[in-house]
């Protein structure tokens, strides 16, 4: 559960209060004094985000401006000539610097924390993408490395940074669905640079004289693949819903980012060739994938900078057996070479990764089998867990019990369906039974595969079962008992009444 976040405003009646004091359209000198002073009673409480410590800094220089221009007026007694060029001088160049400080804080204040990969990438890029005035980044350098700007250009700026806080700060918190309904942040494709290694590994393993000179054309693919990933830690903010992310924001991120690089690898020309004599076949037993030494250099580099890549990996391969069959992957050849890298994967990380042990894929396999939507699905589900078992005799025997209930599930299920077709209401009641006849038979098993137990779900010996059945069979064959009444069972959920409630605080019984 995300944890509350403190702000310095009680209600967003007090933010939007000084969003108008700032932006509206009767908005006068005194009424930004005003925000300022607020802004600036907010800062010294708590800490305050750094939209509204930049708002803050321009108030604060352009109302200086503003002081500074009315009392530069030359007065009837006095040397309007000197004393304005004398006073014109001085005040130039300190404001000036307050613009210009201004403006590099606003800069560096949004680009800094979007810094998420391995490799630095240019602030121009990461402007771009959060929808900074790039002439923002260019005063910035301007003013950090190079003669102060004009005092025209920095009020120009300060005044369309002040347009953009409004844009991307004041109107998105204080109407969230507003926010919601606008463009995301628009990330690039990573396929390119997907390409781009595939190519360079192709032509290595041709002429492998090649591979020391190709060496920093890999760390470039690599590169650019860490800038990639930081870009799309920073497009995730449109996918994000706070209601459910976690504490750790940044695992969420990297997380999302993660899998839209398994979408890349699971797409057109990733871990699937193209041409389907390149894939796996059918077989009574799934193998690894033929392309495996071509993207086995990969995922292992990318595992040591991203270590969740196995489980996102994975879990993105099982659910392709989910996928309707109009998605477009309901080709045969293409679930096996799937089946194939679920293989791959649990042999090489099941043993360091402990989400992809080979008990946990097996779980998840067994857990997608009924949501598959076609007999072919199924069967390569089952080859594939037979084949994940096969050294481990114990799990070897329960998978074998769990994929014959689940055969007989389909099977009672497509006969329940027949029978429906037909109409008999006399056929429908013994469908019933036979489904009831089968679930207890399923029961029977499992609890056979997974071993003794000594008590139930209610709490009783495993030793009376047996004889609860027996009266059970009984009790159906005898006639109807009379009518009893009803019993007290457990308490759930309820509407309490108002002698029962007694108002407490949050937490406590």
């Known amino acids: 559960m995300r944890l509350p976040r403190r702000t310095p405003w009680a209600n967003l009646g007090e933010l939007d209060e000084v969003c108008r004091m700032i932006y509206s359209e009767d908005s006068s000198l005194e009424s ?204 995730s903010w449109g996918a994000m819903n706070l209601s459910v992310v976690d504490d750790d924001e940044d695992d969420w991120k990297e997380g999302w980012a993660l899998d839209r690089l398994c979408e890349a690898l699971l797409g057109r020309g990733g871990l699937v060739p193209v041409s389907k004599k390149k894939r796996s076949q059918p077989s009574s037993k799934v193998a690894q994938p033929p392309n495996a030494a071509t993207w086995s250099d990969f995922l292992t580099k990318v595992t040591t900078t991203h270590p969740s890549l196995p489980s996102r990996l994975i879990s993105n391969l099982v659910s392709i057996f989910s996928l ?65 078992a096969a050294s481990d005799p114990v799990l070897k025997k329960k998978t074998k019990v769990l994929i014959s209930a689940c055969d007989q599930a389909f099977e009672t299920v497509a006969a329940v369906a027949a029978n429906g077709e037909e109409g008999d209401s006399d056929v429908e009641m013994n469908s019933t039974d036979l489904v009831l006849s089968e679930m207890e038979d399923r029961l029977k098993k499992v609890q056979s595969a997974v071993g003794p137990s000594t008590t139930d779900v209610g709490g009783e010996e495993s030793t009376g079962s047996a004889s609860r059945e027996m009266e059970i069979d009984a009790a159906s064959q005898a006639e109807p008992p009379a009518p009893e009444a009803p019993k007290q069972v457990a308490r759930g959920w309820r509407l309490l009444t108002p002698a029962e409630w007694t108002p407490r605080p949050v937490g406590v019984f």
């Open 324 to 388: 309707p069959p109009e998605s477009g992957s309901s080709s045969m050849s293409y679930k096996w070479s799937i089946a194939g890298w679920i293989l791959w994967a649990t042999n090489q990380w099941g043993s360091t990764v402990d989400e992809c042990s080979v008990g946990d894929v097996v779980k998840s396999l067994l857990a997608i089998i009924p949501r598959t939507s076609t007999d072919e699905d199924r069967t390569i589900l089952k080859i594939l867990i037979t084949t994940l």
């Open 32 to 235: 930004k004094r005003k925000a300022a002073n607020r802004l600036a009673a907010w800062k010294f409480n708590t800490a305050i985000p750094h939209a509204l410590e930049i708002t803050l800094s321009l108030l604060t220089v352009i109302l200086e401006d503003e002081e500074i221009t009315a009392n530069s007026e030359p007065s009837p007694s006095s040397s309007s000539k000197t004393t304005s060029t004398a006073f014109g001088s001085k005040s130039s160049l300190a404001l000036r610097q307050a613009y210009a400080l201004a403006i590099v804080r606003l800069v560096n204040s949004l680009v800094d924390p979007l810094q998420q990969g391995v490799y630095a990438r240019p602030i121009a890029a990461i402007a771009a993408q959060i929808g900074l005035p790039a002439w923002f980044v260019e005063l910035r350098h301007q003013a950090t490395h190079e003669d102060l700007p004009s005092l025209l250009v920095l009020q120009e700026a300060a005044r369309e940074a002040l347009t953009w806080l409004l844009h991307n700060y004041f109107m998105p918190t204080l109407s969230p669905a507003l926010s919601s309904s606008q463009s995301t942040i628009q990330l690039s494709p990573v396929e390119p640079i997907l390409q781009r290694y595939k190519s360079l590994t192709k032509a290595t393993s041709k002429d492998i004289t090649l591979q020391k000179k190709r060496t920093a054309e890999f760390d470039k693919v690599f590169r650019d693949l860490e800038r990639w990933i930081g870009e799309a830690k920073i497009a």
